[in-house]
């Protein structure tokens, strides 16, 4: 059997809809030797996550997906193999949930200059403590009570940049971000590169001082990831992957679908094991 890890999953602490258990749980059923749970500017899944896999002898290493900007264009941060126990992660992960809470009250007071009344209490009713909700979460309450079809159409009528219930958010630079993960002992990844549609911003990003680059995403065909996975080789950095699992909120990332091969995964949880 090959071995696969997968480096890129959400958990119900973010905007994934399994929670801690089942998630490893799923990891165990694909067949699949390794995980890192990356939930969006959060940990939280972990004070679950690992003890449970601790008792399923399943190997489980640190993660967190950081949102960030770059010349105000979004850029996703993989921090992973920290020690779970680092007040630096800890602290930025305490003024993402800030920066977020108070954009997420800009999209409901949006929402309700549209005629949409969502108390905050129903988007974040699924969201357990600790965890962090968003866009996705408020796409999902306006799915439930009928007012768009799907999360999609949530995104595309009323909270993608551009639609009427958008709010601009204020976040963490890339340099700020890929500090903390090596202050927590880790190693930080550019998350999706082939998301970041401005070569301008592509190029400039990819020179901060990262560790690796995630070349294997999710059902990405191989000549996609061809030209990012020689410029890993190039730099020296890890070659990472993940499916970006995210459970019934995206349902065409399956567990799985991309993964990193052992020696990668190997690197990072003899860091992760050396934090304890
Ligand atoms: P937020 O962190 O609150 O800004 O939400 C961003 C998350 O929403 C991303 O990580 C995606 O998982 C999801 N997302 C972004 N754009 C869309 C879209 N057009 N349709 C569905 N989900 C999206
Ligand atoms: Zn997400
Ligand atoms: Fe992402
Ligand atoms: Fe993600």
């Known amino acids: 059997m090959t071995f696969r890890a997968d480096l890129h999953c959400h958990s119900i602490f973010s905007d994934g809809t399994s929670s801690p258990e089942k998630l490893i749980g799923e990891a165990q059923e694909s067949g699949l030797l390794g995980l890192a749970i990356t939930d969006h500017d959060t940990i939280g899944a972990y004070a679950r996550a690992m003890p449970y896999a ?61 005629g949409i009344d969502l108390p905050e209490e129903e988007v974040s009713m699924h969201c357990p403590q600790g965890g962090v909700w968003g866009r996705p979460h408020i796409a999902h309450a306006l799915v439930q009570r009928g007012i768009i079809s799907s ?90 992957g993940g499916s970006d699992y995210h459970g019934a909120m995206k349902r065409d990332n399956p567990l799985g679908a991309s993964w990193v091969n052992e020696e990668t995964f190997r690197t990072l949880h003899t860091l992760f094991l050396s934090h304890e």
Not at 181 to 194: M, R, S
């Open 151 to 240: 999360i999609k159409a949530g995104f595309d009528q009323y909270l993608a940049e551009g639609k009427p219930a958008y709010a601009a958010v204020v976040r963490p630079s890339c340099q700020e971000v890929i500090e903390t993960i090596h202050e927590g002992g880790g190693k930080a990844v550019l998350a999706h590169p082939h998301l970041i549609k401005k070569q301008r911003i592509l190029k400039r990003v990819l020179e901060l001082p990262f560790d690796g680059l995630e070349c294997y995403y999710a059902r990405l065909p191989p000549d996609r990831c061809e030209p990012f996975l020689r410029l890993a080789t190039q730099k020296k950095w890890l070659i990472t």
């Open 54 to 114: 601790k008792s399923q002898n399943f190997p489980l290493i640190s993660g967190v997906e950081f949102s960030s900007l770059f010349e105000g264009e979004s850029i996703h941060i993989l921090g992973y193999a920290f020690a779970l126990e680092s007040p630096h992660i800890h602290a930025l992960c305490a003024k993402e949930v800030i920066m977020r809470a108070e954009r997420n009250q800009r999209i409901l007071m949006n929402l309700k200059k549209l």
